[in-house]
């Protein structure tokens, strides 16, 4: 008796284990769809363009989510207007830290979870969404005159196999940030060639001065130099070929390129323990004032008028000094437009995905040239009086642009960027020579 | 309750529950790993079935063998380093000095506070302008030591295991506090009475007798330092050129950056292999240790 009872228990004490274990682990499947039919009475005053008046949300991953991004507050502005034109669409964002993104936006796609829209990058990056039937392809949409809104350039870096999968809104470019009065006071010529560059490192060394800044931690802080000088050398076709695996690393503008990186390294142009550095670290003595030069992003101009600089009005852009043995020539920029907003390929709300696409990149094209974070991509009128005048410079300065040759760690894919980010780094040590730089890219090939 | 133990039937129905959630948390997910190490594939579309190819690329890659070598480098420093400094602070401390609690609260501080932060913590230490640790070098007038402590290849490896080592040092010495505390004060008591000192108590009794807790923070220090990954991450992604790269940062860029899923499974299985062995050979060191 005894023993059944014991027996009972367990067994009783089992099967609730049992029933919590599978409760627990049950997924809950139900999601919340909006209720179309009573919604519809309710939205009378709705100025729709899109012929349904259901209720429709829309999910859109995207990066801006900092209040310290420069972008952050074009985003809400144009999400906000965008929800007060369409009431009956409503835009449910979700955002994550950019290199989080990144792997979030890879695992998703691999998973086939993206959500209705998504922010993302141009080039290389996205291939592989591309290739694997993730993204719609929106050339059908475009014939509506948004083809003529944009500027040139603006859809090379979202059209894959002659298709257009993409949007962009923003230009940012590769420049030489300098500071004007450190150039002044000390006098020394802003370089417009590489020679006088060389001149300009060697007087500042000589004044104790660390010439550029670099994150050698934040690896592509480095590939921002050097697609820049590569660009100098080898000119926009060079490179694109070569990226695109129709040339070779070893033509000799690429081992021209890393030699004069190489010598700016032993002359010693970046600052000491350069490699242990991250960009923010990197970032200080420049806003300080205590290094002349950077070369990075577009971007930077918002960086230079942040409430902690001290170099507010003193920064002027300048394009990377051309090489006198080089291909490139002055007018060649590195970056383009590259980050973009693609539609999931299979949404439920195809119309409304693209209708909220373009109307994002088209506002989003103005705010964020007022805001001081992108060049435009899309023809925009606004009045340049209140934008950040860096700003109003880059867009001055490349305005006379030939083309805009996009950043190796976009154009290349994944595996082949780490290749060169990797190595780059290594060059940045001083650990290899110039000659085993280009041997190591063109690895790339095999 | 003989019965219910003979009972295979009770046995099985008893396991069931706890075995479904290991299946799905860790036996699954293994599986899948070990699947997708026998891939080529990218994360995306269809991978193709390579066989064992992954895992012969690894070993000649000499990215993963560095990575494998500053993994142990880890290990061997938290064994041989950071045990030894925490049995030493557990025996100190339990020995019954002046705010013992204190002192305990201390030591586990840093186990509580996110990695994140402490690696913003060593990186301000770190720094070669304004970091503490060449500040106080120049003080003292060893500006020769100074170094570019993260930036450089030479220190960079050592100066990411400094960190994990202070971060852990405290846990252990927790684990070995409590054991200490556990074992009957009698013991204690006779051999005072029979008048041996603290050193010699410590030796002959009080770490024989800990041996279990030192199996298990071992076992915890050794498997820990082959997993580390976020102090790594934060102080020098890796870096520089793969000076303090480590097999799961190796991993996580393989696998995430350069989109090769397939590799980067293989690697994952490797440490699995690798902490399981090293698990069973732990153990059985200590077996050999009893019979003996």
Not at chain 1, 167 to 194: H, Q, R, W
Not at chain 2, 137 to 159: F, I
Request: charged share 20%; proline share 4%; net charge negative.
């Amino acid at each position: 008796m005894k023993l059944k009872g014991v027996k009972v228990l367990s067994a009783l004490l089992g099967l609730s284990m049992l029933m919590g274990t599978i409760g627990c682990s049950s997924p809950s499947v139900k999601e919340e769809k909006p209720d179309s039919n009573a919604q519809v009475s309710s939205n009378e005053n709705s100025t729709v363009a899109a012929d349904s008046k259901e209720e429709v949300t829309l999910n859109f991953w995207h990066i801006w989510g900092a209040e310290t991004d420069a972008s952050y507050a074009s985003v809400k502005k144009v999400i906000a207007d965008f929800e007060a034109e369409y009431p009956n669409i409503k835009i449910k964002e979700d955002t994550t830290e950019n290199e989080a993104y990144k792997t979030k936006i890879k695992a998703s796609a691999a998973a086939n979870e993206l959500p209705d829209l998504f922010s993302t990058w141009g080039g290389g990056f996205s291939k592989p969404f591309i290739d694997a039937n993730r993204v719609l392809p929106i050339d059908e949409y475009l014939n509506d005159g948004t083809k003529d809104k944009l500027v040139g350039g603006a859809l090379s870096n979202v059209t894959y196999n002659d298709k257009i999968y993409g949007l962009t809104f923003g230009l940012s470019c590769g420049a030489f940030f300098v500071n004007e009065e450190l150039f002044a006071t000390n006098n020394i010529k802003i370089p417009e060639t590489y020679t006088e560059l060389i001149d300009a490192v060697k007087a500042f060394k000589a004044l104790g001065i660390t010439p550029m800044s670099v994150s050698g931690k934040d690896v592509w802080t480095i590939a921002m130099y050097f697609d820049a000088m590569a660009l100098k050398a080898a000119g926009n076709d060079g490179i694109v070929s070569t990226l695109t695996k129709k040339g070779s690393f070893k033509d000799p503008e690429f081992l021209n390129a890393a030699t004069k990186f190489a010598e700016l390294v032993a002359l010693g142009a970046f600052p000491e323990g350069a490699a242990g550095l991250s960009k923010d670290e990197s970032d200080i003595p420049f806003l300080e004032g205590k290094v002349p030069m950077l070369f990075n992003g577009s971007w930077t101009a918002g960086t230079v008028y942040r409430d902690d600089s001290k170099v507010k009005d003193k920064i002027i852009p300048i394009g990377f000094p051309v090489f006198e043995d080089g291909k490139g020539n002055k007018n060649e920029f590195t970056g383009g437009a590259v980050d973009a907003i693609m539609v999931n390929a299979d949404t439920e709300h195809k119309e409304e995905a693209i209708l909220f696409q373009k109307y994002f990149c088209e506002n989003m094209a103005r705010e964020t040239y007022l805001a001081g974070a992108y060049l435009p991509a899309w023809k925009v009128e606004v009045d340049e009086t209140n934008i950040n005048p860096v700003t109003v410079d880059l867009a001055k300065l490349t305005s006379e642009a030939e083309g805009f040759t996009l950043w190796w760690d976009t154009l290349l894919e994944g595996e082949d960027t780490q290749v060169y980010l990797n190595t780059l780094q290594e060059l940045l040590l001083g650990s290899i020579t110039p000659e085993e730089f280009v041997d190591k890219l063109q690895t790339i090939y095999e | 309750m003989e019965k219910v133990w003979r009972d295979k039937k009770a046995i099985a129905f008893f396991l069931f529950p706890s075995f479904v959630i290991l299946a799905l948390i860790i036996i699954v997910p293994i599986g899948m790993s070990s699947y997708y190490s026998l891939l080529d594939w990218d994360g995306f579309g269809k991978g193709e079935f390579i066989g064992l190819k992954n895992y012969i690329k690894l070993f000649k890659d000499p990215a993963f063998l560095i990575s494998v070598k500053n993994s142990l480098i880890f290990a061997f420093s938290s064994v041989f380093v950071q045990l030894p400094i925490s049995l030493l602070l557990a025996l100190v401390i339990s020995k019954g000095v002046k705010f013992e609690r204190f002192f305990v609260t201390v030591f586990f501080i840093p186990v509580i506070i996110s990695t994140v932060v402490i690696g913003q913590l060593w990186m301000k230490i770190y720094n070669p302008e304004y970091g503490l640790l060449n500040m106080f070098l120049r003080a003292v007038g060893l500006d020769n030591l100074t170094r570019e402590w993260l930036g450089s290849k030479d220190t960079a490896l050592m100066s990411s295991v400094v960190p994990v080592l202070w971060q852990y040092v405290g846990y252990h010495m927790l684990l070995m506090y409590a054991g200490i505390k556990s074992i009957s004060q009698d013991v204690f008591e006779a051999s005072k009475i029979d008048g041996a000192s603290w050193l010699k108590t410590s030796a002959f009794i009080t770490i024989p007798m800990l041996k279990p807790i030192l199996k298990v923070s071992l076992t915890f220090a050794v498997v820990g330092a082959l997993k580390v990954f976020d102090l790594v991450y934060v102080l020098t992604r890796g870096g520089p050129a793969r000076a303090s790269e480590v097999t799961s940062t190796l991993m996580v860029e393989t696998i995430f950056k350069s989109n090769r899923y397939g590799y980067g499974s293989a690697m994952a299985v490797f440490v699995i292999v690798e902490c399981f062995v090293l698990y069973l050979l732990i153990g059985k060191l200590f077996k050999t240790d009893e019979v003996a």
